[in-house]
């Protein structure tokens, strides 16, 4: 009996990681000499368009190819911009209104069909350097009421000089119409010249130098729009005009990713694969010379000066479970991996420190503590957990963080006080919320005065139970299934029925964009180091751009928001923030959870790994040692 165990074990892992055996020796020949790391993804990835980005997964996919003005210094902590595509820090005006930016003259797109063919040249396509004029387009898609620009657009509105004007006239013409972006202007986003643009504001936005650093707003050529979304191939090698009313307004596939990134997106298969190749015109970038305390100690200057990107291709492959993701790195295919719960104790032990065993390896582990939240979100537009405030307490207080993070995430994690995260300015003053704690007997007080608030509200008959609630996720997985049964457990205590319901990433967003939810559990990482970030989640206009999609509404936290966005000073906007976090604590649109505390491990042939509070396309400064790798029993 025992052998069969055994066998049917064996047969179990054969099983999971077959696939990959069996696409090892493509990888292995089709990049045949060039140095490749092997990861993984774990959500499908639903945009490939910089204007359209709204979420982690594709924001991490889409920094391998789409570059903004700014971006952050990948080494040194605290966070500094520095400058990307933009060849300085951008001259601000006295009044704070006007930011100039100068471009760097030297920077390339990919080459594509879009640019026409090579004559003779060693290339098949052209290519052309970047235009102040690219970057207008950019902000004008942003700002175009036929492209779903929700998040983007959330953190410009009502900010750049003209944007609300110019999304109002776009809206009258058809969304195949193309020839709104030559015939509207944008005053608040204007090219001086080939290589200088720049931004005027409505008034004082100190986070501007923080969206110039984002990729959403990645310069974009106007050929993309003239080929790519406005004609199509005939089959005979020629291109013909799309009908308007045919086009599509969004960047969909890879042959029109047209970015300046360190890779170029050569293949995506949905929900399968995502192959990215070195850019042979990507400008001069190089590993940095310094960093934070620490850095050159853990070898992560080593390379200091030397020109990027280290790696030639980036093989990603969609696992959606978390075993055959650990099986992969277990089994030497992957270079680096998160560690799965259920295995958790196996590789790090009561001290949080890596085992033994692992260390004999050669296998590093990294515990970062990243600047986001994690909470279950109200829809208050609901009729039942919109309705009553008590209903909301009541299950914040009966809620158990602790015991979900040491339970659910092996102590992976620290309990989420208040709505800014502690690393940030405005959290001490914030103090801890009135119900981020936890006490049965106050929760169970606050659910039997939560049935008269909803009786009152006519949702349900007096003395009826609450109705059962419904929390979504954005998974499927083992974990997703742990932490659901962890909720109903603990909300069933207070005499609550819960139902799960478990989504892809895609299909969660979608309910939530159309506010077809109750409940659901997310998060917000950090996009830039200032809690505005993540009280303008709370701001009543972004329930239209979604990003308030709790559909949070209260005048004075409003009136708040505005007004700290007056103050450049953050020693004048630290005491706003705090009294919006309070707010926050006392309405209860989230039930606050946890910080998290990222670990990582490394295989002992992958270097200069460093995670990234906030910047994607941080990949390229990673080396892969294949020699190594294979003398490691990985991959060549």
Request: proline share 6%; aromatic share 12%.
């Amino acid at each position: 009996m025992k052998w069969f165990y055994i066998i049917t074990l064996l047969l179990t892992i054969a099983l999971v990681i077959a696939p990959f055996w069996l696409l090892e020796e493509e990888n292995t020949s089709q990049f045949e000499g060039k140095i490749v790391e092997y990861t993984t993804y774990t959500a499908k990835i639903d945009s490939i368009d910089p204007a359209t980005c709204g979420n982690t997964p594709s924001a991490r996919i889409q920094g391998g190819f789409y570059e903004g003005l700014y971006t952050y210094h990948y080494l040194k902590r605290p966070l500094e911009v520095i400058p990307d595509l933009a060849a300085s820090m951008p001259e601000i005006s006295d009044d704070g209104l006007t930011y100039t930016v100068k471009l760097r003259k030297n920077v390339k797109y990919f080459r594509n069909p879009c640019f026409g063919r090579e004559s003779g040249g060693e290339h098949e396509y052209k290519t052309r350097t970047v235009t102040a004029d690219d970057v207008v387009l950019a902000y004008k898609r942003v700002g175009d009421f036929h492209v779903n620009t929700r998040l983007s657009l959330a953190f410009l509105q009502g900010k750049i000089l003209g944007m609300d004007e110019y999304r109002r006239k776009t809206r009258s013409y058809a969304p195949g119409d193309f020839s709104r972006y030559k015939k509207e202007d944008l005053p608040g986003v204007v090219a001086l010249d080939e290589h200088t643009v720049q931004f005027k504001l409505n008034g004082i936005f100190t986070q501007l130098i923080y969206v110039l650093a984002m990729q959403f707003y990645a310069p974009i050529p106007h050929e993309v729009i003239s080929y790519h979304l406005s004609t199509k191939g005939d089959g005979q090698g020629r291109r013909v005009p799309i009908p308007i009313n045919d086009r599509t307004t969004e960047i969909r596939m890879p042959s029109e990713v047209v970015g300046t990134g360190a890779y170029m997106m050569t293949r995506w298969v949905r929900g399968s694969r995502i192959v990215m190749e070195r850019n042979p015109d990507f400008h001069d970038s190089y590993y940095p010379s310094e960093g934070a305390p620490g850095d050159r100690e853990r070898g992560l200057l080593v390379n200091a000066g030397e020109k990027l990107p280290f790696v030639d291709v980036r093989d990603l492959r969609c696992v959606l479970e978390p075993n055959p993701d650990w099986m992969l790195f277990l089994t030497r295919q992957k270079d680096w991996a998160l560690i799965p719960s259920r295995v958790f104790q196996t590789v790090v032990s009561p001290s949080a420190e890596l085992m033994e065993t692992w260390r004999d390896q050669g296998v590093s582990l990294l515990k970062d503590p990243h600047p986001g939240i994690w909470w279950i979100a109200f829809n208050l537009a609901d009729g039942v957990v919109g309705k009553s405030k008590s209903l909301r307490q009541g299950m914040h207080l009966a809620f158990d963080v602790e015991k979900y993070i040491e339970v659910v995430l092996n102590g992976r994690g620290k309990r989420g006080l208040n709505i800014i995260p502690s690393t940030f300015k405005g959290h001490k003053e914030a103090g801890r919320g009135p119900y981020a704690h936890v006490d049965l007997d106050a929760a169970r007080k606050k659910i039997a005065q939560a049935k008269k608030e909803l009786a009152e509200a006519g949702a349900i008959e007096a003395g009826d139970d609450i109705p059962v609630i419904t929390i979504d996720f954005s998974k499927r997985d083992e974990q997703t299934r742990r932490i659901a049964e962890f909720m109903i457990g603990e909300f069933r205590k207070v005499g609550l029925d819960i139902k799960a319901e478990l989504n892809d990433y895609p299909t969660l967003l979608g309910k939530i964009n159309n506010k077809r939810f109750q409940t659901c559990m997310l998060g917000w990482y950090a996009d830039y180091p200032d809690a505005e970030n993540f009280l303008q989640n709370f701001y009543s206009p972004n329930i239209e751009r979604n990003t308030n999609y709790f559909s949070y509404e209260n005048k004075e936290f409003d009136r708040l928001f505005e007004e700290a966005g007056k103050h450049p000073d953050i020693a004048e906007r630290i005491p706003l923030y705090a009294r919006m976090a309070r707010m926050i604590s006392e309405d209860v649109p989230v039930i606050l959870l946890y910080e998290p505390v990222i670990y990582t491990l490394l295989m002992p042939w992958t270097h200069n790994y460093k995670l990234h509070p906030v910047a994607f396309g941080v990949h390229k400064y990673m080396r892969i040692d294949v020699a190594a790798r294979i003398k490691g029993g990985g991959r060549g």
